[in-house]
Structures are given as C-alpha cells and as structure tokens.
C-alpha cells in the first residue's frame, strides 16, 4: 500500500484529465499499476481506508470488575467522593491505584441539572438593580454602591468606607438626583442594611427593615430582594461590577477618597454610559434619554428624614480611655419651648 498522500495525489491528477503516463512519471509508478487500480476500483478503496481513522482497541484494567460497583454507589449517592468510592472498591478486592478510579469517576459521576436562568427585560423606568462590590486601596477598604437602570443599562456608582443603611440612604438619594428621577421598584440582593429575614424559602416572605421601609416609601419605590442563594437573577449589576473591577480601578492612581469618587463620576460619563452595551447594542445614555428619562417617577419635595437616628461610633481612644462618652451613650433628644406644649394641650381640648 502507498502512502496516503500519494494516493490522495493520484485520484487528484486523474480528476483533473492529465495523461495516465504523465502521472506515472510524477508519482514513480507504473502504468500499468494506475490501470490495474482504477479497473479493480483499488484506489478508492485504499483512499477511504486510509482516510477512516482506526477504532482505538480497549485495553482492560485492573478497575473493570469494579466498575459496576463505582456506578451502581453513584446512582445513589451522587456525591460520594473518590477518596470514598476507593476505600470501598479496595475493601471490595480492588488492586490498583487511586488515580485509575478518580478519572473513571469524573466520566461517570452523575451531574445535576443546571437551574436555568431566564434572562428577563423591565420595561423603561420599572426597576435598578443595586449592589455592593469591596475594592483594597492603599488607604484601606472601600465598597461601591452600584446602581444600573434595568431597561437602558445606565450606571450610577460611589465608593463609600461603610455598608450600612445610612450609606445605603445616602448613595439612593445621590443616584436618584443623578437619574432625575426614581424607579418603581429596587432589586436588592440579600443586603442586611434593606432585608432583615427572607423566609420565602420555607414558605414565608419577606421581612424588610423598617427604617429603609419608610425611606422607600418617602422616595415612592417598592423594595424587591434576590431569592436566597439566587444572586445571578441580579445579573444586570454583576457584569457591572466585573466591568468596574477591570476597565476603571485596574490599572489606575487614586489620591484618597474625594479623587477615587471623582475619577468615577468622569468614568461614568465619559466612558461606561456612552460605549454600546453588550447586551443591548445600544448606547447606555442614548436608551435612557430616549425612553426612559421621562417615565422615572418625580424626585421628593424633600430628602429623607430618618427616624431612627444612627448611634455614635466611638473610636478606639474612647473605648480604651473609659471615656464619660463611652459609658455614658449620647442620646439625641428634641428640645421644645414649653409654649409648645401649651399649644398641643389647647388643641386636644378643642378637639
């Protein structure tokens, strides 16, 4: 038998018409050969022969008797792990090594369906999606608050040193300015500051802290949570953090905190919301004052007041010096002339 690619050569140069004597010429063969192939059809014969790749013979292992043991343990506890399935298949009477058992074991082990996540689209002004993410300066931890636009994709972010609610508070009310307007309703992954319970998984609801119940309703939106361990239905602010890590803070010098949060309002105007969304092929800033600048509900008259005041942190020194302000907590108390009070009691007596 010739090689393949000389045969493959042949067939070729009589498919393209050249003369039986020429072709022995260029091959070195006879022609008498190349008339004996093509009368007997022994040419495409060996073509189709050699181009077929061989089937690979199985060579049996010392795990084969085993195997139906490995399997039928699968089946039943799919998350035994090899370390396992070894022990036993070598009590079993099993002679070889480990490695053999753990690549059989990856090729059999039963794998779970994947919970499909459908994408979902809002319409224009329906819902934000918000997020924390933590980055390392070198002057300490910070945490952006992110929020993007779930119908155009517009970003708003800030850093802040704190996840609490008055950060949250504080961060809603400056993107709510920045947008002109607020969404009907924030989808919030499991953040302590906004859910204080989520039960839904055992048939309960939802159970939101009341402060920033109140606040949502000052500012007139309802407050959605991820289910638990359901992070990737917020997926609209997760590629957002991955892009915020990678084409802003990488690679860039911040000075502190005021130069971090300004480079990142020019960042956001200058690059995230004017490049085409991957998503969307639309540009972010275009989508948002197209079609959904003017369906954002109206801002407040006014901020938000809260009820709750937050306590005072007390810092090291203080705790460590024993400090009147450390054992003594300062309570906020409104103060009132007592005219005020002589007002209130005359109204209740004319009610």
Request: with cysteine.
């Given at each position: ?15 393209q018409g050249l003369p039986k004597t020429e072709i022995a ?202 289910r638990p361990y359901r992070a990737q239905t917020k997926g ?116």
């Amino acid at each position: 038998m010739y090689g393949w690619e000389r045969l493959v050569l042949l067939k070729h140069l009589l498919e393209q018409g050249l003369p039986k004597t020429e072709i022995a010429a260029r091959l070195g063969v006879s022609r008498g050969l190349i008339y004996h192939w093509l009368r007997t059809g022994q040419l495409d014969l060996e073509v189709d022969a050699l181009c077929t790749p061989r089937a690979r013979r199985s060579v049996a292992t010392k795990l084969d008797p085993y195997k139906a043991i490995i399997t039928a343990r699968l089946d039943t506890y799919p998350e035994l792990s090899a370390v396992r399935l070894f022990d036993e298949v070598r009590a079993a009477g099993y002679p070889g090594g480990v490695a053999q058992l753990q690549l059989f074991v990856r090729q059999v082990r039963p794998r779970p369906p994947v919970d499909p996540v459908v994408r979902f689209e809002t319409p224009p002004g329906h819902q934000a999606q918000v997020d924390f993410a933590t980055f390392r300066f070198p002057w300490g931890r910070r945490h952006v608050f992110l929020v993007v636009l779930g119908y155009s994709r517009l970003l708003w972010l800030q850093f802040y040193p704190r996840q609490t609610m008055a950060t949250v508070i504080e961060a809603l009310e400056a993107a709510f300015t920045y947008l002109g307007g607020v969404p009907r309703e924030l989808l919030f992954d499991q953040m302590r500051a906004v859910i204080v319970d989520d039960a839904r998984p055992t048939g309960g609801r939802v159970l939101e802290n009341p402060e920033f119940l109140r606040f949502a309703t000052h500012w007139g939106f309802r407050i959605r949570a991820c289910r638990p361990y359901r992070a990737q239905t917020k997926g609209k602010v997760e590629r957002p953090v991955r892009y915020v890590r990678d084409n802003f803070v990488y690679g860039r010098e911040f000075l502190g905190d005021g130069d971090l949060n300004a480079q990142a309002l020019l960042w956001m105007d200058h690059t995230a919301n004017p490049r085409v969304h991957g998503t969307t092929h639309e540009v972010p800033r275009e989508r948002f004052e197209r079609d959904e600048r003017a369906v954002l509900q109206p801002l407040p008259a006014g901020r938000y007041t809260p009820l709750v005041l937050s306590p005072h942190r007390l810092t090291r020194p203080e705790l460590a010096a024993g400090s009147a302000r450390a054992r003594h907590p300062v309570v906020e108390v409104e103060r009132r002339p007592l005219a005020a009070y002589a007002q209130l009691a005359g109204a209740e007596a004319e009610a």
